[in-house]
T-cell receptor, first 115, second 115 residues
C-alpha cells in the first residue's frame, strides 16, 4: 500500500513569489494535515482538511491557504513568500470516523527555500 | 491548550543498550492521545507508538514501549536493544480525542547510537 506522497521534494522561490505544495494521502484516508517544520521552531500545525472542508487552522497568516480535492489530495499555497517561510512542509493523512481521527501518517515532506 | 515538553535535546547510547526518552505533557482535557514519531535525517516522520488516555495498559510495538504515568503526566518512550538505525530525532506529540485534531509536538530529542 502506498504511503503519503508529496511533491515537489524541493522548491526554491524568491521572496514575494507564490509556492504550491501537493500531497496525496494514503488510500482510504479522508483527512489531510499540513505542518511546518522551521529551523528552531519545531513542528507547527498549519491546516487540517477533511472531506473537502477546512476544519481547523493553526496560528499562521492568511497567505497560507490550501484546499482538498474530491479525491482527498490536497494543495498548500503560500503567497507573498517571506524568508522565514523557508522550512520543511510535512503533510499527514489519517482516517476520521465519528468525530475521531486516528494515527497520522506523514509524507516525506517538501523542503521550501525562499531566497 | 496542550503542551509537550522534551527535556533531553540530545542523547548518546551504546548499541544494544536500552534507552528512555522523556516526555511530559500538559492538558486539562481528560481525553487525549499520545504519540511518538521518529524523524531520520531524510525528514520523513515515522509513526512509532500510540497511547490513549484511557488505556489501562502501556502500549508496546516491537522494541518500542511507552511508559505512561498519567498522574505524573509523563509518556516516556523506551527503546530496548538499541540499533545503529535508531539514530534519529524523536518527537513526542499529543492530540485531543475530540475537537481540533492537530498534533502538538515537543521540541524533540536527537538520539545517537554509538557502535
Amino acid at each position: 500500500e502506498a504511503g503519503v506522497t508529496q511533491s515537489p521534494t524541493h522548491l526554491i522561490k524568491t521572496r514575494g513569489q507564490q509556492a504550491t505544495l501537493r500531497c496525496s494521502p494514503i488510500s482510504g484516508h479522508t483527512s489531510v494535515y499540513w505542518y511546518q517544520q522551521a529551523l528552531g521552531l519545531g513542528l507547527q500545525f498549519l491546516l487540517w482538511y477533511d472531506e473537502g472542508e477546512e476544519r481547523n487552522r493553526g496560528n499562521f497568516p492568511p497567505r497560507f491557504s490550501g484546499r482538498q480535492f474530491p479525491n482527498y489530495s490536497s494543495e498548500l499555497n503560500v503567497n507573498a513568500l517571506e524568508l522565514e517561510d523557508s522550512a520543511l512542509y510535512l503533510c499527514a493523512s489519517s482516517l476520521f470516523v465519528g468525530y475521531r481521527s486516528y494515527e497520522q501518517y506523514f509524507g516525506p515532506g517538501t523542503r521550501l527555500t525562499v531566497t | 491548550a496542550q503542551k509537550i515538553t522534551q527535556t533531553q535535546p540530545g542523547m548518546f547510547v551504546q548499541e544494544k543498550e536500552a534507552v528512555t526518552l522523556d516526555c511530559t505533557y500538559d492538558t486539562s482535557d481528560p481525553s487525549y492521545g499520545l504519540f511518538w514519531y521518529k524523524q531520520p535525517s531524510s525528514g520523513e516522520m515515522i509513526f512509532l507508538i500510540y497511547q490513549g488516555s484511557y488505556d489501562q495498559q502501556n502500549a508496546t510495538e516491537g522494541r518500542y514501549s511507552l511508559n505512561f504515568q498519567k498522574a505524573r503526566k509523563s509518556a516516556n518512550l523506551v527503546i530496548s536493544a538499541s540499533q545503529l538505525g535508531d539514530s534519529a530525532m524523536y518527537f513526542c506529540a499529543m492530540r485531543l480525542i475530540q475537537g481540533a485534531q492537530k498534533l502538538v509536538f515537543g521540541q524533540g530529542t536527537r538520539l545517537t547510537i554509538n557502535p
